[in-house]
């Protein structure tokens, strides 16, 4: 007789256990094949975990499960983002320090995720607050300075009013902050720019050697905005000074004869250079202020209205035909991409189409085929050329070659690639942040601190708020600005601002591998041996951020030696969002978000790990249902009861070899292909057949736990226990298939009497005609049906269908 199932004192038992024999705990520069499986880690919030968390974290940890078994050397680590704004606001809020809130906040998480049963190695656990770690991020900022990959400049930036903090764009898509949720204004600053366009065309090109969702490359891929064009010098008439020049970058250089006048950025220095004979300054001054108002989202967006101000007093020339055209400037331009000036082509492209109708420039067709009274002609990319000189009469892309060797032999222009992407602004007017390991000297100028110095640890604070000059609360604190030159031993200032969240989550992959090295960020062996990750998933929303900052990071890392590999992640998959019941994203603003702490309190661990894997399409967005948990807890619970009707047979009875070899195949094989869902459906309805025959032998049922252990650990090791087995499932191994097994020598063979289907027999796939009447006869339904009725003749069409015409 089984002992009654109590949920919360068997999970308990188990993740006791497996603590105590390490189960979890990679080993260093073991003999088994490595296998690194990563989630993102997440920020460890007050509220703690949700159960997009879960959703999340839960794939990996089921492949983490099903490797150990399959004889691999696993490491599956956890750790914690606890630098943010979030910890400091609460702090401003309470006056609690954001090191206790830290604390309590990943204490919690932490008792979450085991009662959750992750088989997370927590000896490996990161903090990136702790000064142990964000030591070696200061280091790696260190290299980048010494490489001149970072360098402060004056800047229009992202700002959050409310958050009074600069925000890089990939924070601040769609024009607000994603953080507060607040508009995004452009104000000026110094910003600490790190040089990840330097590595555009690297992290483009790593692209081909990685195994990411083709969605995730295509997001990277045009966030990298890769153009290939001609950069063209517009001289400068009219009373400009003498000698200037307007720089443009374009990637249809084959247009040049089209374009009728130019735009610029209004904060473009080519005003400041020239306002002594620029006459309408005023009317100049107060468009760039309104654009101040702006954000760039506002700014570029193409569906809105034109506006600009043109220029008096000077004039760009057109470099091909020597025509003088207006400039104007406009907020549509930004400083930071290309040159900060464009030439317009307003016949051949639509944003400079409704600025000349609107202003009343000329149109000049340079691209047959189109009606530019109607609208500008852009499909052009099998066009020939008209009005354009030495060009007419050429094809596209044959007119952007010669125009290009033109413009080269005359010293206007050169061939030139460039990136959508911009440099990452790196800097954060907060305390809670990892603090930006440079010193101002005026004698020496700007100095990085000494290695040997780090960590440059954060001062205690009574007051976490900015000045009102919007700096760093640490601007605040004499002790930590005033120090001395590394350098010449003088007098000297610290800068104040700190590195923004994504710092400390650009290398915690690497720390993973060798959490507590005090002489490098990683020994170089030891991440030869588990690097790169072989399998991350995460979210779609940190392809843009996190995933490009990261990489860069690991290439910058390998360039000078301090990582072995040049990609830091094999392979990378995505999980769909976990919305309400209602449909829509969950949000505490709505108070639809579903805290797994109740559910798990209910259920029990098991029941929501397979719940939260079953709900749908795993990269799909699907709606949660407390309704359909319920569902899972009953298939739970025909789980435990098959010891009712187990045998004492080690190994598959002659019934269901092929249907446990087939669910081998499926459920392994969904697993890697993160089809989930359909590996538990194929679970469950294994278990209704095993009903409807109502027995299953010892060995079945054991290869049933093993395919079912990564996704409900709990209950398979307790089955797995009271079956009698001494070696636990952690220790086991994973079922493998037999391919000769997979065909089920049975099949349901249809029975038709006078035409009419009367029911079906199960026979040998290779039965005789004898047999098969053996087996109709043995059938009371069928034998009845036939009754005494003289049989005139059988057509039996094997493997098909048997009809007695009688």
């Not at 993740?15 to 490595?34: C, H, L, R, S, Y």
């Not at 104000?187 to 083709?214: M, Q, T």
């Not at 610290?494 to 915690?508: F, H, I, L, V």
Request: charged fraction near 25%.
């Amino acid at each position: 007789m089984k002992p009654e199932y109590n949920f919360k004192q068997t999970e308990q038992k188990w993740q006791e256990i497996w603590e105590k024999e390490k189960i979890n705990q990679a080993v260093d520069f073991g003999t088994k094949p490595k296998f690194y499986g990563l989630i993102e880690f997440p920020y460890p919030s007050g509220s703690g975990l949700h159960v997009g968390h879960l959703r999340a974290f839960t794939s990996i940890e089921i492949v983490a499960r099903k490797r150990r078994l399959e004889g691999y050397n696993v490491l599956f680590p956890i750790g914690f983002d606890a630098f943010g704004l979030p910890t400091e606001n609460f702090a401003m809020q309470t006056g609690k320090h954001p090191r206790l809130v830290t604390d309590d906040n990943i204490a919690t998480f932490t008792a979450q995720l085991k009662a959750f049963g992750y088989s997370f190695d927590y000896s490996r656990t990161v903090d990136t607050t702790d000064k142990n770690y964000y030591k070696w991020t200061q280091w790696i900022f260190i290299q980048l300075f010494k490489k001149g990959l970072a360098y402060k400049s004056k800047a229009y930036v992202n700002y959050c009013e409310k958050c009074k903090v600069i925000l890089a764009n990939e924070e601040s898509q769609g024009g607000v902050c994603d953080r507060c949720g607040s508009e995004v204004v452009q104000k000026e600053k110094d910003v600490w720019f790190l040089k990840i366009r330097d590595y555009a065309e690297k992290l483009l090109d790593g692209l081909n050697d990685v195994d990411y969702l083709p969605r995730i490359k295509l997001e990277q891929i045009n966030w990298i905005g890769k153009s290939e064009g001609a950069e063209i010098d517009f001289s400068v008439g009219g009373g400009a000074v003498k000698g200037s020049k307007l720089k443009i970058f374009t990637t249809r250089p084959d247009t040049l004869f089209g374009v009728t006048f130019m735009v610029i950025a209004p904060e473009h220095p080519f005003i400041a250079e020239n306002a002594k004979s620029i006459k309408n300054m005023d009317e100049i001054e107060r468009y760039r202020i309104e654009t101040k108002k702006k954000n760039e989202f506002e700014r570029i967006r193409v569906n809105k209205d034109k506006t600009g101000v043109m220029i008096n007093g000077v004039c760009a020339v057109n470099p091909v035909n020597g025509c003088e055209i207006p400039i104007f400037i406009a907020d549509y331009v930004t400083l930071d991409y290309g040159t900060g000036a464009v030439m317009a082509v307003p016949a051949h492209d639509t944003r400079d189409y409704e600025f000349a109708k609107k202003f009343g420039l000329p149109i000049v067709e340079v691209i047959a085929g189109g009606d530019i009274e109607r609208e500008a002609f852009t499909d052009i990319a099998n066009g020939i050329l008209i009005n354009s000189d030495f060009l007419n009469g050429l094809a596209v892309k044959e007119a952007g070659h010669k125009i290009t060797e033109y413009l080269a032999k005359k010293g206007l222009g050169t061939r030139r690639i460039n990136y959508n992407m911009k440099d990452w602004a790196f800097n954060r007017q907060r305390y809670w942040g990892e603090p930006i390991p440079i010193v101002y000297c005026p004698k020496c100028g700007t100095r990085h601190v000494p290695e040997n110095q780090l960590p440059l640890e954060l001062p205690p604070l009574e007051s976490y708020r900015q000045t009102e000059s919007g700096e760093s609360p640490l601007a605040n604190v004499a002790e930590f600005v005033n120090c001395k030159c590394p350098e010449c031993g003088g007098d000297a200032k610290r800068e104040t601002d700190t590195m923004p969240q994504w710092a400390g989550s650009s290398w915690y992959f690497l720390r993973y591998i060798d959490p507590r090295n005090e002489q490098a960020l990683a020994d170089l062996k030891k991440l030869s041996y588990f690097g790169p990750v072989d399998w991350y998933n995460g979210g779609m929303e940190h392809v843009t951020r996190h995933l490009i900052y990261s990489r860069f990071w690991n290439h910058f890392l390998y360039d000078i030696g301090a990582v072995p590999f040049k990609e830091p992640y094999v392979k990378r998959t995505a999980q769909g969002l976990v919305l309400g019941e209602n449909g829509v994203k969950m949000s505490k603003s709505l108070g639809n978000v579903v805290s797994p702490d109740s559910l798990i309190k209910d259920y029990g661990a098991d029941v929501l790990r397979l719940y939260i894997m079953f709900m749908g399409d795993y990269e799909s967005p699907v709606p949660w249902s407390n309704a359909s948990i319920n569902g899972c807890r009953r298939f739970i619970d025909r789980l435990y009861n098959l010891l009712d009707i187990t045998d004492k047979c080690e190994g598959y009875s002659e019934k269901h070899t092929g249907l446990i070899n087939r669910l081998i195949k499926k459920v392994s094989e969904d697993i890697e292909a993160m089809k989930f869902n359909t590996a538990i459906a194929a679970m469950m309805s294994f278990i209704n057949e095993i009903y409807a025959d109502n027995y299953i032998t010892k060995g079945e049922l054991k290869a049933f736990l093993l395919l079912l252990y990564p996704f409900i650990p709990h209950m398979t090791e307790e089955i797995n226990e009271l079956l009698g087995y001494k070696v636990i499932l952690s220790k086991s191994s994973y079922p493998k298939y037999d391919a000769a097994k997979l065909i089920d020598d049975e099949i349901e063979l249809p029975v038709q009497i006078n035409g009419r289907l009367k029911g079906t027999v199960k026979i040998s796939k290779d039965a005789g005609l004898q047999a098969v009447k053996d087996a109709v006869l043995s059938d009371p339904i069928l034998a009845a049906a036939l009754g005494s009725n003289a049989v005139k003749k059988e057509i039996y069409v094997p493997k098909k269908i048997i009809n007695f015409i009688i």
